[in-house]
C-alpha cells in the first residue's frame, strides 16, 4: 500500500499563515487529494492535485512535486474555524490511501 | 442536493449482535465506498459498489463482514458478531463516476460501539 507521512499535530496563531506537508509513494501515482474533517463530522473536499504547482483556492492553496512525492496544504489568513483535522490521501486503483491525518489547532 | 446520508449516526451493540449501517449515497451517484476509521489512526477502504455489484473488496476482512448496494435503496454494510474491536467509525463517500480522479463525497459517519 501508500505510505502516506504527515505531521500529528500542528498549532498556529489566529491570522497566520501554516502549511502542512505530506510524503507519499511515488510509484503508481495518480493524484492526491486533501480533505478537512472537524471533530465528529465527515471529511469534506479542499483540494486535488495531480499535475506539478500550486492550485490556489482562496485562502487555501496546495502544491505537488511528483519527483519529489511530496505535497503541502496552504492556509493562509488562519481562523479559529480552521481548527481541524488534515487528511491528505493518494488515489489508489478504486479507492483512496490515507495519511493519519494532521491535527491543526488554531489558537488566539 | 442533498449530500450523503448515513445512518443512524451512532450505534451501541454488545458482542456477538449483528450491526448494520446504512448509507444513501448523493443524488445521481452510483458509485458507494466504505471506509473505517479507529481512533487516532488514518481512514481506511473497506469496500467499493457499484449498484448491484461489489467491484472491490480488497480492504474488507475476510469473516463477519459484507456489503451490498442494492438496485433499490441505500448501500448496506454488515458486521455479524460484532467484537469490540469493531469499535470505529464507518464512513461512507460516493462518486458520480468511476475513475481515479474522481473526487469522492463523505457522509456524516457511523459511530459504532461494542460493549
Known amino acids: 500500500g501508500q505510505n502516506i507521512d504527515q505531521p500529528t499535530e500542528m498549532t498556529a496563531t489566529e491570522g497566520a499563515i501554516v502549511q502542512i506537508n505530506c510524503t507519499y509513494q511515488?510509484?503508481?501515482?495518480?493524484?492526491l487529494f486533501w480533505y478537512q474533517q472537524h471533530a465528529g463530522e465527515a471529511p469534506t473536499f479542499l483540494s486535488y492535485?495531480?499535475?506539478?504547482g500550486l492550485e490556489e483556492k482562496g485562502r487555501f492553496s496546495s502544491f505537488l512535486s511528483r519527483s519529489k512525492g511530496y505535497s503541502y496544504l496552504l492556509l493562509k489568513e488562519l481562523q479559529m474555524k480552521d481548527s481541524a483535522s488534515y487528511l491528505c490521501a493518494q488515489t489508489g486503483a478504486n479507492n483512496l490511501f490515507f495519511g493519519t491525518g494532521t491535527r491543526l489547532t488554531v489558537i488566539p | 442536493n442533498a449530500g450523503v446520508m448515513q445512518n443512524p449516526r451512532h450505534l451501541v451493540r454488545r458482542r456477538g449482535q449483528e450491526a448494520r449501517l446504512r448509507c444513501s449515497p448523493m443524488k445521481g451517484h452510483s458509485h458507494v465506498y466504505w471506509y473505517r476509521q479507529l481512533p487516532e489512526e488514518g481512514l481506511k477502504f473497506m469496500v467499493y459498489?457499484?449498484?448491484?455489484?461489489?467491484?472491490?473488496e480488497s480492504g474488507m476482512p475476510k469473516e463477519r463482514f459484507s456489503a451490498e448496494f442494492p438496485k433499490e435503496g441505500p448501500s448496506i454494510l454488515r458486521i455479524q458478531q460484532v467484537v469490540r474491536g469493531d469499535s470505529a467509525a464507518y464512513f461512507c463517500?460516493?462518486?458520480?463516476?468511476?475513475?481515479?480522479?474522481?473526487?469522492?463525497?463523505f457522509g456524516p459517519g457511523t459511530r459504532l460501539l461494542v460493549l
Open positions: 511515488t510509484s503508481g501515482f495518480n493524484g
Open positions: 463517500a460516493s462518486s458520480p463516476n468511476s475513475g481515479q480522479q474522481e473526487t469522492q463525497y
Open positions: 459498489l457499484q449498484k448491484e455489484n461489489i467491484i472491490d
Open positions: 492535485n495531480v499535475l506539478d
